[in-house]
């Protein structure tokens, strides 16, 4: 008589495959995984709870450390949100900017997706490409806000600040270049027989369980559901912008990794819509009551020292109400549920975490395949354990 | 194109009322957003009827979370459970809320979205607000021996600093 015991596995949370402090327990049955049971919460700093005590403008700082691959979409969807509680519009130059700095974002998350992903699975080289042009966005990123990483170049009613001289050009030159550099990862890895031995048919979510989990952004355009929140409910002015949406069938691994790789290429072509059309104008609403008045105004006016005072002692208050903007970011559809109780500080913040939801689906992926897969998999939903536990 | 609610208004209102005649408590709609408050006792019905209507087809659960309204001007039931509903085939949204008191449950809606699980979780870990008929009820970010609920109003935000050498001589 023969008996069949399994085992148990714990991975992580200090694994390397597990991008960041996330904890696998594995029931293996040999090498097949019989049961997969997430642990998170390594990274729980209660950033919900911080925001309620920070006034609007201090809390976008808390925003950009959620998903710090892409701080600036985190930035949007909060700023998206207050605007909206305010009615205020930013400016036609501000929204493009946005776009062309949200879209940037987009770029250096998938890269790092892509480096971290193709390393986990044993591909060295490509980790060391994608990081070389996400450093050319993160020089970027340093030249309009001082900052490589936490940013924090949104704001209410406009931007940290106008372009810097000579900033466009710097786009421009990293835009002719980037189309060829995806060519050299594709090179490197659409076709390679190794890379699809590990990714075609690995780690399938069908269209029906993508949906009833929530999960969202690349991983669910993966499964052939066409949805992107900014063709569905443009914002910031993207429905005057050329591109189409990714879209594959399988679900796959690959087909996740086939997705992405085309929004890096979309992404680029909206960033030069972005420069061709770069209206000219103000970045900021003239509105000395949310968004602070120009330094060289500040000293010579008395009114706009005032304002100036005001806005960074107290800051500025929210009517009281609610507001929920999704918007679509690297991850998938993240939003600000916004509740203000009147004050300057909002009364209480939710957001809704793409790589939280998408992490869920982890059992549904590799239950029943191999352990090797596993790390295929966690590198394929692209998650951020800053924002999953938050 | 607005974020849905707007000209759906009608729409969904009507077929709510008319299906769950006492359920619904209250309608807001401010701007694009439209937000139902709906019974408790009817919140799972009415997620399934709005996810399987062949005109609505609320198939997507965006979001759950809570609000803890102690400090809000109009503060008893003190908590709000709050769903975000998507449709794909009209592209509209919807938020659905329930408002219960400190300790009573509310439905859980796992059977409808497997997705609400974690997010349940959540709200039950952070807010202490408990789901009837979850399957997997525990918390989700915090220590399992973690004392109270970290996102309501009334927990402490700042505490006395406690220095090694008096936890020694105890």
Known sequence: MTETRTMTLNMGPQHPSTHGVLRLVLELDGEAVVRCVPHIGYLHTGMEKTMEDKRYQQAITVTDRMDYLAPMSNNLAFVLSVEKLLGIEATERAQVIRVMMVELTRIKSHLVWLGTHALDIGAMSVFLYCFREREKILDLYEMLSGQRMMSTYIRVGGLMADLPDGFERRVRDFIDEFPKRVDEYEDLLTHNRLWMQRTVGVGVLKREEAIALGVSGPALRASGVPWDIRKVWPYSGYDRFHFDISLAQNGDVYDRYRCRIFEMRQSTAIVRQCLDRMPKGPVNLDDPKIVPPPKPLVRRSMEALIHHFLLYSQGFTVPPGEAYVPIESPKGEIGFYVVSDGSNKPYRVRVRPPSLLNLQALPRMVEGRLVADVVAVIGSIDIVLGEIDR | ?170
């Open chain 2, 1 to 170: 194109m607005g974020v849905g609610g707007a000209r759906d208004e009608p729409r969904v209102v009507g077929r709510l009322r008319e299906r769950f005649p006492d359920a619904v408590r209250e309608v807001r709609h401010v701007g694009d957003e439209l937000t139902v408050v709906v019974a408790p006792a009817a919140i799972r019905e009415a997620c399934r009827f709005l996810r399987d209507d062949p005109d609505l087809r609320y198939e997507f659960l965006s979001d759950l979370c809570s609000v803890d309204r102690l400090r809000l001007p109009e503060a008893s039931p003190r908590f709000e459970v709050v769903y975000h509903l998507t449709s794909m085939r009209n592209s509209s949204r919807l938020r659905l809320k329930v408002r219960v008191e400190e300790g009573e449950a509310v439905e859980s809606v796992t059977g409808v979205w497997e997705g609400a699980n974690w997010l349940e979780r959540e709200v039950y870990d952070l807010m202490g607000i408990p789901f009837r008929d979850h399957p997997d009820l525990r918390r989700l970010v915090l220590p399992d021996d973690f004392e109270g609920h970290a996102l309501r109003k009334d927990f402490p935000v700042t505490t006395e600093p406690r220095w090694w050498e008096e936890e020694g001589r105890r």
